[in-house]
């Protein structure tokens, strides 16, 4: 079965300073898609930043960047020029092609620092 | 488009009630899905409609719950006879079916429910 670890239950960083969130994912398959969600306190999960497996050039969006290392099985998300809205609580999930089920890990509360 | 809509937002209930929830997707979006998270965890999926039909169920969905989604537009998720055990947030979210690629879904705000 597909696992998602986020061993980093919480994270600080300094405003405009940068941090990176660890992810890792234990999957058979080798046709899969990751992605990175942000949970802002009692607000809705919104889609920071999505990886597919098969593409070796890693993804961004703006001040949002992962590093993936397919071998590793390792993706992790580096927030550059940290905002105090960056904080939130930040889920990395993974889904197999040709199915719908996300498998979430138990996120990461990052607190930006005034 | 204003997104993946849920009601109600928070919930109070008594144990052994029924309670239902609504979901109201993004229009063009022809796959809904629910999931349940509880206190630090991350979401777990409950389960999942293409159009009317719900094509799967997980083992977490005991038959105190049903799931529709009529017409293939919004759904709604009842509990029955409610446990303590219950609570949690309920979320809704709703994709778009493309061939070429994974379905990014887009998440509701949720409904917190809480069983006395």
């Known amino acids: 079965a597909q696992t998602v670890t986020q061993s980093q239950p919480e994270m600080s960083v300094q405003e405009a300073e940068t941090v990176t969130l660890s992810c890792t994912y234990d999957?058979?398959?080798?046709?899969?898609?990751l992605f990175w969600y942000k949970q802002p306190p009692s607000r809705q999960m919104i889609l920071v930043i999505r990886?597919?497996?098969?593409?070796?050039q890693n993804a961004t969006e703006n001040r949002f960047s992962v590093n993936f290392q397919k071998a590793a099985k390792s993706f992790s998300l580096k927030i550059s020029d940290s905002q105090l809205g960056d904080a939130a609580m930040y889920f990395c999930a993974y889904i197999r092609a040709g199915t719908y089920k996300y498998i979430f890990g138990t996120g990461t509360r990052l607190k930006v620092l005034a | 488009d204003t997104g993946v809509s849920q009601d109600p937002r928070h919930k109070i209930t008594k144990r052994g009630q029924n309670v239902t929830f609504r979901c109201d997707p993004i229009s063009e979006h022809n796959r809904l899905y629910w999931y349940r998270q509880t206190l630090g965890q991350g979401p777990e999926f409950l389960t999942y409609f293409q159009n009317e039909a719900q094509l799967e169920k997980s083992r977490l969905l005991s038959d105190r719950f049903s799931a529709e989604r009529p017409k293939g537009s919004f759904s709604t998720l009842e509990i029955q006879r409610t446990e303590q055990g219950d609570s949690a947030m309920y979320l809704c979210a709703s994709s778009s079916l493309d061939s070429l690629t994974v379905d990014t879904q887009y998440f509701g705000p949720g409904t917190r429910l809480t069983v006395l």
């Open positions: 990886q597919e497996a098969y593409k070796q």
């Open positions: 999957t058979s398959e080798s046709d899969y898609y």
